[in-house]
């Protein structure tokens, strides 16, 4: 996350350093303080950080989308993320050169000052040879004096592109080279498009020493941390001066400390520095015309003389250029004008749409950081001035702890000798009073004011004080209630700062309704902040109330577009038939509906559940019924207060809410918020399990291994949620327990439990206990499981046993019965099912095999028959258990379900093979291989005897470790085919040559090959043995015996010798007898290759003796124990979970025998036959057994989730204490209780050494105050003749001690009884105008007081209505002819409050000083009267009753706003000469009610009559009014229905209505005095 912090390092600041910049810095601010009052206000405004309106506002049509999204952005950013590097940076090397321009001397005049080096410079600062060749040129204008405006022209800039500082790592920034009247929205462009930065939430601007300071390191350390903290939480920009000095370097080491620390991963830090382009040292390093990509910058401060460096911790520059060279200050026009541009856009953070707020932090610092925060101040901007950093700081803070009565000139000096001692001694007196009125403006307004004290109540953290400040701000915005709850409540979510949420805004101050949560719920929810959500909830948000219908569509439609679940929503309305394709400009969101989502959702659990969405139709779509108050929270450009409005007489919510938002939070992979929400739920075990299905068939599809992974964690995560809620369950009641296992879900689409796990696989819950006690119970029927199974074979075998009792029921009845009950409950039970079918099987094999062996006729026997009706019996259950349909899946489904399973592949193999062999069996010709074909199919049959074995506790594991097996063997199989194909194809290439008999090949490469590692070597390889080759005469076979050859070789004889009588090569036989010379003998392998001439074997002996050697090393060594340690690996794998793999495949085989007729084959055809009588002929549907899925009745269910819910409670609880149990736990609980109690003593400390200090400084005042008294008492006593003038004692001069802190607890809050002199008349600057007011301090107000340095401006506005006002006059030639005191004409110059003082032909304001002399902007000199017409109403509800507010009554009032005006206003103000209604009201009445309304004001009760504390007062003029109250306690006055019938506003863009009564409206000031008033008067609420 990137914060915008603001590091204003304006002008130098003096210290006692004195080289280099320092002395420069301390020259400029020397000038900028010896300024007198007229021209200080240039200096001033260089000074600025805050207030000074933009020059330029950007087009928007210039620069587009300036009020993007992040989303925009991002995706912005991941399109540029596809050109590369060049194309980038042509992009900008052109955009770049059009839009921003620098500043260049386009006239050299030589200056009278020579430059550090001795040379000649211009008045620009820049030498003759840095011009451009045509300044240096005779001009027209030679010899006139040098003026920016004319001689100073812009250019396309020639400095931009990347930045890297050598030797400091390989961080690139970015930089620009801009001119100071570049409009601000191109410089915003420039950073959100082209440098690709997130728009920020928070602007923070840290004003302070601009040189080099020292500041505690605790202090330092905290400040740094807190800084970047809320940097990086809230996603705001650092914006800094930029240089390697003062605050920019503490910021920059911050971010750096930050980079380096472990937590960088969490997201970068961007920093801008603005900083002069004139004052940059190595500045010409950094200008390349087509943009420097990078350009290398070296950090040089010891050669940088007057000039700065840039700062390497910082990731952007931007650098203000006004043509000339060393001059400080230049960028910080431009820099307010950036700042208060940026603080008027719009951001988007995390589903919340706010106004980008701006907070300004105080570190250290001089005048002009003071005058920056005074700026500040005025327009509403919180500071956060950080005690302990020096000088202003500590200034200020020490003020803001004394009520404003003791804020004074004689404190602010004293202040400034302690904390500002050089400045002082330099300090005239005018400047302390300035510096008096502005601190005590800046102390006045505390709610923008927050002193962060090092642990001072309870602060520990910058980051916490910067937050709470904007927040305290935002309270003290006019804002009625809910309003300025909810704009508290936004910034909190926008920041991602729930503990700023928890402490500062949910206070049990106000009571709040949960519907005002539900839009920035929606907020927290799609922008994943988990913490909020359970804030949300914790405060009284329902989620069965918040979930509607259209919002969890919005929530679908603002999925993250990253998921997976998103890309197939958008593949599901590709593939939607009948919709049009989307052109690229038209998103296919909107399309989106539930019935898609549905779709999908099916394709992730099963079509065995029903859609949980259906699709709707026409017209029948439900609407949310809650309403929602007025708020503007955004979304991707959706109004979330759409989402709430009343439309009565539609259904809004969902089956289940929660169960949606659920499944919202899963198919994101979002862990923390599905916990949340999971906790929440009803039907919290099929929940888990439906969770569990879900993320196990996403992390299938998903690509990202690491995403599939954490699906994986989180889905066995979940299935341990469901195994300890039933493990709950189970404890407390075995049978309620398992009824949750079948009962018919209707929220997860009329499924159970039981068989949401089966899909799933999750094993670990299918093998708890209390499933398998239940699946037991169900193989067992209606019998007891404790019945042995001898018990039950004897009783299959005669079932009148049955009636002896050697066989248990469960049920009652079946215990008492004897009759044909217990016989049907018997043969019913799967278990009897089962081994009947187990003996009918057997017999069924026996026949089989007997037949083969034995019985084999051409003409069928009985036996043989049998078999054919054995065999078709068992084609008759396959095909029902294929088109078995109790859940009405359909066809299709079936067969997918019912070819799924491997055993059911088996057996339909087995049946068409039988079906192929019996129909060669019945043709006579192919009876021989129709019985092979059958003979073929007995061993599939007999494979089928492993499923059935599947059920027995020994038998079933170990089966399911051979089939595990058979894998490795089918991958062990390919290897090996390599080295046996490898060494088969050599081999035979090099013995024979030419084989093309396929057989003979197939036998030499693969056969003998394959047969060699099974040890089946050949016994001559390398060559003939001794004696085989007859050398004289014929040889007999006799002789050949006796030559030890082997049995089966043959001793060939030829007359005239004998040839080779025996060779044999690599499992070739090289006899003649043996082998086909030619290869024509099919049943003779061909001979191989062998030398005529010389009698033996031409093919290498050696290499066909290293290649046997190498193929029997790694076939019969390598592979062969690599399929060994294989099958070992398997067995272990297998072996742990063996258990659980054989309990969770027994419920296949439980489930088969429980719906399977009881008859066995091939008795069961008679009960196919049956069947087939009553779903075909009878039609009757069929119905699937209770004891697998039972529907329950409502109230029965309803207590079930209830008790259910009640143990997931339960569950909850004794996860949090074991959790808590851990070791881990235990030692990380104790590490932060000894950091706690190490922080409390920290805090004591500091909190004893403060009291201590405290009254200290006390005790000093004390002591001065004992000090001056007495000395005043000693002068009074000379004065009286009592002793002589030597004599007197000298007062001790008055030292405080350093770091006092003098703040009174409590005082903060308390009314200042000191400040009862008017205060907006003594604003500095003057509304509407550019005059800066005279500083009258509070002391200085009365006219009694003297102040002798007091020369205020003369100022008169020019008006335009100049019939009906005085004339200007002037200092020197005041107005004559006019009368004050009496009644002047057309115009009464009377006060309210008495006669008033008249000096120089002037009236003097009765409240004292302005600061400004002349009429202002008022109409007449002296008092200027107005009339307050004070409309009032009872605030009623629907049904009239007059609503009520602690117990007190509300009014309404009518209120009316200009269109350039922020606040209402009362329908009031100045009246025309002769006139009784002030010109407001008349815009706003028509003009036959006006007469109506001037009975109405004489029978009014007056509630103020008086002097109005304006921003226009002056010393010479001022405001008095009248206020008068007139109110309709009747809704059915006809004088108040005449007025709502005749309310008009005249100007389209003047607003008038009724407003309710509240401390927060956002009306003026003395309006508000009014105001309350009258809520006074009727006892109303305010």
Known sequence: MLSCLALRGVFPEPSASPAGVKASWGRAEAALTMEPPALRKAGSKQEEGFGVPPRRVADPGVVPNLRRSNSSLCKVRRSQNLFGNSEKQENLSSWIPENIKKKECVYFVESAKLSDAGRVVCECGYMRQQHLEEATRPHASQGKDWDPKKHVQEMPTDAFGDIVFTGLGQRVGKYVRLSQDTPPGVIYHLMTRYWGLDVPSLLISVTGGAKDFNMKPRLKSVFRRGLVKVAQTTGAWIITGGSHTGVMKQVGEAVRDFTLSSSHHEGEVVTIGVATWGTVHNREDLIHPSGGFPAEYVVDEEGQGHLTCLDSNHSHFILVDDGTHGRYGVEIPLRTRLERFISEQTTERGGVAIKIPIVCVVLEGGPGTLHTIYNAITNGTPCVVVAGSGRVADVLAQAAGLPMSEVTISRTQRSLSVFCQEMFETLPESRVVEWTKKIQDIVRRRQLLTIFREGKDGQQDVDVAILQALLKASRSHDHVGHENWDHQLKLAVAWDRVDIARSEIFTDERQRKASELHPVMVAALISNKPEFVKLFLENGVRLQEFVTWDTLLHLYRNLDPCCLFHSKLQQVLAEEPGRPAPTPPTPPAPCLQMHHVAQVLRELLGDFTQPLYPRPRTGDRPRLLLPVPNVKLHVQGVRLRSLYKRSPGHVAFTMDPVRDLLIWAVVQNRRELAEIIWAQSQDCIAAALACSKILKELSKEEEDTDSSEEMLALADEYEHRAIGVFTECYRKDEDRAQKLLTRVSEAWGKTTCLQLALEAKDMKFVSHGGVQAFLTKVWWGQLCVDNRLWRVILCMLAFPLLYTGLISFRER??????????????????????????????????????????????????????????????????????????????????????????????DVGAILLFIAGLTCRLIPGLLYPGRIILSLDFIMFCLRLMHIFTISKTLGPKIIIVKRMMKDVFFFLFLLAVWVVSFGVAKQAILIHNERRVDWIFRGVVYQSYLTIFGQMPAFIDDVQPGLYALDGPRSVTECDALDVMPDSVCPCAVGGCAPVFMQGIGVNFSLDQCSPNGTDPYKPKCPESDAVRQEPAFPEWLTVILLCLYLLFTNILLLNLLIAMFNYTFQQVQEHTDQIWKFQRHDLIEEYQGRPPAPPPFIVLSHLHLFIKRVVLKIPARRRKQLKNKLEKNEEAALLSWEIYLKESYLQNQQYQQKQRPEQKIQDIGNKISTVVDLLEMESLKRSGSTGQRLASLEEQVAQMSRALHWVIKALRDGGFGSEEGIPAPAPQKASEGQDLELDGRQEEEDVGDSHHVNARHLLYPDSHVTRF???????????????????????????????DPAGSAREPPSGISYNAVDGPTDRRSFHGVYAVQDGLPLNPMGRTGLRGRGALGCFGPNHTLQPVITRWRRNQDGAICRKSIKKMLEVLVVKHPLSEHWALPGGSRDPGEMLPRKLKQVLRREFWSSFQNLLTQGTEVYKGYVDDPRNTDNAWIETVAISIHFPDQSDMDLKRLNSHLHACDPGMSVRWQVVDKRIPLYANHKTILRKVAALYGAFY
């Open 813 to 906: 009845r079946l215990r008492a019965g004897r009759g044909l009950l217990r016989v049907r409950a018997f043969f019913n039970a799967p278990v009897v099912i089962f081994h009947l079918n187990i003996l009918s099987y057997f017999a069924f094999l026996c026949v089989f095999a007997y037949v083969l062996m034995v019985d084999f006729q051409p003409t069928p026997s009985w036996c043989e028959c049998l078999i054919y009706l054995w065999l078709f019996s068992l084609v008759c259950e396959e095909l029902r258990q294929l088109f078995s349909d109790p859940d009405e899946f359909g066809l299709m489904k079936m067969a997918l379900l019912y070819f799924s399973d491997f055993w059911n592949k088996l």
């Open 1335 to 1365: 500083p009258v301090p509070n002391e200085k107000v009365p006219w009694e007081t003297e102040f002798p340095i007091y020369q205020p401006p003369f100022y008169t506005d020019d008006r335009k209505d100049k019939g009906f006002v």
